[in-house]
């Protein structure tokens, strides 16, 4: 009997183990005529996020856009701006992420290369065939100066993203692949002497030399098994200089039917960020930032020991989509804090329209103090305030 009993809990243990927990879906993921139990989660914390599936995956390039990209302002933005481009064509109520599983470290390190000479190939012991940088080839000859400046790094990192939809039998499928392609508005580099210096890329430079690689990634990537039928997109994102205290943007996007090899088409994205307060912002947009200027004027005057307001407007279209604002202040104890945020919570209900979303970030030397988040078209907003 007792045998039977302990036969029993671990037939409970080992069907437990098996089954979905609660607010989990099970399905069966398929790549490369392979099988694996895979989980969805039934709940998704907003519309404009993709649910993802479990176990966890993480992208065999993992690493590479944080090594990459000048500021971590430009890693964020590069990788939600991603996922933000995705939804216009993989919606989120039929789609589910998954981190890149295609594009491998090594081919994604070997692309980010420059094109190699002759003489450094011989040097480095590789063969033609191996010679598949995606950067232009630097002469052997001149000065790094004269080198650098006319053939700078355009290619700063790749990004690959994977949807994937369910299919009627309980399975999952790869549905599509986003494909993001950072690009250096700024190219540095060293004197013989070991001097920084820095070179500047044109706008239009960027364009073509966008276009012209995410020709040559997508040429690639239809010759990588599993991706040869697949509906695929590019974006081209223009990353900002390293000392910018705002991201860089998206700036053209191209969506590639299933099983072609070529992009017929580039639709522009109009989307910027901008500095509040700042010349370029006052110039361009000068009646959000008179709304901003108000909103710091009303803080400053009711809490005198105030340090510090600074806003990150984003821009699509010309038309302001979301503001996020950073408060830096000096306080005596949590009823302060408490009274602070309340007061802030009004004036961005008051103050700022109501079809863009607002994020305040409220912190002192101590670190974070409390969150308003007020989304689009919303009357209620969330406030949190950290114990």
Not at 205 to 214: H, L, N, P, S, V
Request: proline share 4%; net charge negative.
């Amino acid at each position: 009997m007792k045998k039977l009993a302990m036969m029993f809990v671990a037939l409970l243990l080992f069907l437990s183990a098996c089954a979905p927990k609660l607010g989990e879906e099970e399905v069966v993921q398929e790549k490369n005529n392979k099988q694996q139990k895979a989980v969805i989660p039934k709940y998704n914390i907003s519309d404009s996020y993709y649910r993802m599936i479990l176990p966890f995956k993480p992208s065999g390039a993992r690493g590479q856009v944080v090594e990459n990209l000048n500021t971590r302002l430009d890693v964020d933005e590069f990788e939600t701006g991603l996922m933000r481009l995705a939804q216009d064509r993989f919606s989120p109520k039929d789609y589910l992420f998954q981190e890149g599983q295609y594009l491998h470290k090594k081919t994604v390190e070997s692309w980010l290369r420059r094109k190699l000479t002759k003489a450094q190939l011989k040097e480095e012991g590789l063969k033609e065939s191996e010679n598949v940088g995606l950067n232009p080839m630097i002469s052997d000859k001149g000065t790094n100066e004269e080198k650098n400046t006319k053939s700078p790094i355009y290619l700063a990192s790749i990004l690959e993203h994977d949807y994937l939809v369910k299919t009627d039998n309980g399975k999952v499928q790869l549905g599509g692949v986003v494909l993001g392609l950072a690009l250096n508005s700024v190219h540095y580099y060293e004197t013989e002497q070991g001097y920084p210096r820095e070179v500047e890329i044109k706008d239009e430079i960027i364009e073509r030399e966008g276009k012209r690689i995410a020709a040559e990634v997508l040429s690639r990537v239809r010759n990588i098994k599993g991706l040869k039928d697949v509906p695929i997109t590019i974006a081209l994102f223009k990353q900002a200089p390293k000392t910018s205290i705002i991201p860089g943007h998206f700036f053209a996007v191209a969506n590639v039917d299933q099983g072609s090899s070529r992009i017929d088409d580039w639709e522009k994205i109009n989307e910027e960020y901008y500095l509040f307060p700042s010349d370029e912002a006052q110039k361009n947009h000068r009646e959000d930032v008179m709304k901003f200027l108000n909103f710091k004027s009303d803080i400053e005057e009711f809490f005198p020991n105030y340090t510090g307001v600074i806003g990150k407007a984003l821009y699509r279209d010309d038309q302001l989509q979301q503001l996020t604002i950073d408060i830096s202040m000096q306080f005596y104890g949590k009823a302060e804090v408490i009274g602070f945020t309340q007061y802030v919570t009004g004036l961005v209900m008051e103050q700022f329209p109501d079809y863009i979303t607002v994020n305040v970030y409220i912190s002192s030397v101590g670190g974070p103090e409390s969150i308003i988040v007020r989304q689009a078209k919303s009357d209620q907003p969330f406030v949190h305030i950290y114990q």
